[in-house]
């Protein structure tokens, strides 16, 4: 998927050469997913994994298949959702 880079450091519109950046946004989108708790798109609410707040325990059984379901829905193409011993 096509869309706006963001600066990995700042979070801010990747800009270079006095503009914005577009290029593949398929990595960003699944991180913010990933990385984002359920409520805080205001306009999709069902969308956020939380996956920060499962760091250091276990994740729910059905987890797994809602995350790849939002990262789908996102239009994130995903085959397989698994979280690794390091988390």
């Known amino acids: 998927m096509k869309g ?3 600066d990995s450091g700042t ?3 990747l800009i ?4 914005v950046v577009a290029g593949e946004t398929s990595a960003q989108v699944a991180e ?6 359920m409520g ?3 306009e999709y609410p069902l969308i956020g994994a939380g996956v920060l707040q ?3 325990g276990t994740p729910d059984k059905l987890w797994f298949a809602e995350t790849k379901k939002m990262l789908r ?3 994130v193409p995903v085959s397989q959702v698994k ?3 390091d988390g």
């Open 4 to 6: 706006l880079l963001i």
């Open 11 to 13: 979070g801010d519109l």
């Open 16 to 19: 270079e050469k006095g503009g």
């Open 32 to 37: 913010h997913v990933l990385i984002a708790n």
């Open 40 to 42: 805080e798109f205001k």
């Open 54 to 56: 499962m760091r250091n």
């Open 73 to 75: 829905t996102c239009g």
């Open 83 to 85: 979280m690794s011993n």
